[in-house]
Nanobody, 124 residues
């Protein structure tokens, strides 16, 4: 399987910013749609953002739209999640995921590859 490794999580104050990175281990990154999901304790896994083979094809969850930005750098085999105006309710484990199809998806079951997750904690 393709290996995905997240980094950049940590503790940040409310209204602050944080950038998550996800490195893709293989040479098929340019033909992999990438997504970010998050899961808080006692809550279901939530769609955050996704970006297709084309960098112009993006989707965002309603709770993060306007605050978060997903991007990719195919030369570096890396997808990013820029998180601005962070709120305490953004606190969760954030997971990077990939699927070998051109279009983005909001469904966790449609993604084949998953990272180990990185903790993001937003304090008041």
């Amino acid at each position: 399987q393709v290996q995905l490794v997240e980094s950049g999580g940590g503790l940040v104050q409310a209204a602050g910013s944080l950038r998550l990175s996800c490195a893709h281990s293989g040479r098929t990154f340019s033909s992999t749609t990438m997504g970010w999901f998050r899961q808080a304790p006692r809550k279901e896994r939530e769609f955050v953002a996704a970006i297709g083979w084309s960098a112009g094809s993006t989707l965002y969850g309603g709770s993060v739209k306007g605050r978060f930005t997903i991007s990719r750098d195919n030369a570096k085999n890396t997808v990013y999640l820029q998180m601005n105006s962070l709120k305490p309710e953004d606190t969760a484990v954030y997971y990077c995921a990939g699927r070998p199809y051109p279009s983005s998806s909001t469904y966790p079951s449609s993604y084949d590859y998953w990272g180990q997750g990185t903790q993001v904690t937003v304090s008041s």
